[in-house]
């Protein structure tokens, strides 16, 4: 799938993935990469890359997984996450890689890493998504 906006697979604006800065490079056949430029402004009082920050790029890695095989939806919603922090995500650059492992017409089961510039693992993740379908009225994602 041609990213035309890189906040999200639908075209249709993401204000906190445009805010926090991830830029979605890639969501086509059940895979996705996000990709963040940690700043000061992403990091904890250690100086390295917030837990909620990584939590919020697994996410979104694997919830555009998962949208990437069902284009004709809006989106989806998280229905469970579980993470699991490996080891501290430095400054610089870090990208979270989505899978989309098994899906039904309603549901998606997924898993995400973030790697950081060496190719280090930082946090992985599993989730589980529903396919939320379109509303006539809705003008954003769901």
């Known amino acids: 799938m041609s990213i035309t906006n890189p ?3 639908t075209d ?3 204000p906190f993935l445009a805010w926090l800065g991830a830029r979605l490079v890639k ?3 059940g895979q996705s990469e ?3 430029d940690v700043l000061p402004q992403h990091c904890n009082s250690w100086h390295v890359c917030h837990g909620g920050v990584l939590m919020t ?3 979104a890695a694997m919830a555009t997984a998962a949208r990437s095989l069902h284009p004709e939806l ?4 998280t229905v469970d996450m579980t993470t699991s922090f490996v080891r501290p995500g430095e400054a ?3 990208v979270a890689y989505g899978k989309c492992y098994h899906r ?3 549901m998606a089961f997924c898993e995400a890493e973030v790697r950081d510039e060496g190719g280090g693992l930082v946090a992985r993740s599993s989730g589980t998504f529903k396919y939320i379908r379109k509303r006539s009225d809705q003008g954003v994602d769901g």
């Open 7 to 9: 906040a999200t697979v």
């Open 12 to 14: 249709v604006p993401i």
């Open 27 to 29: 969501a086509e056949g």
């Open 34 to 36: 996000v990709r963040l």
């Open 57 to 59: 790029m697994l996410d």
């Open 74 to 77: 809006r989106g989806s919603a």
């Open 92 to 94: 610089g650059n870090l």
């Open 104 to 106: 039904s017409s309603t």
